[in-house]
């Protein structure tokens, strides 16, 4: 199989589908989502593609909650899901 091809799965299976799904819902683009958040572009895109932030900090995860618009526990029920869904892959 063609490794070009592996890499693009596991790249895409590890996106934080929360994210993207509010970026796309509001026609944000990955720019505009850090700036509004403090955060570089380059380390936003990692972040929801799942290259970084295993584990968000408690000061990161509390500017995804407030972007979102939800309380930290429905942030942390969303990283929940999203890391028991990289266990199952």
């Known amino acids: 199989m063609d490794k070009g091809k592996i890499k ?13 799904n509010f970026r796309k819902k509001n026609q944000y683009t990955m720019l505009q989502v850090s700036e509004m958040i403090e955060m570089s572009r380059n380390y936003y895109e990692m972040i929801e593609n799942g290259r970084k932030g295993q584990r968000l900090s408690l000061k990161t995860a509390y500017k995804f909650a407030t ?23």
């Not at 693009?8 to 993207?20: D, E, G, I, N, P």
């Not at 979102?68 to 942390?76: E, P, R, W």
């Open 8 to 20: 693009a799965f596991h790249y895409s299976s590890m996106q934080r589908k929360y994210l993207y």
């Open 67 to 89: 972007l979102l618009s939800i309380d930290l526990q429905d942030l942390y029920n969303l990283e929940e899901k999203y890391l028991e869904d990289q266990l199952n892959d």
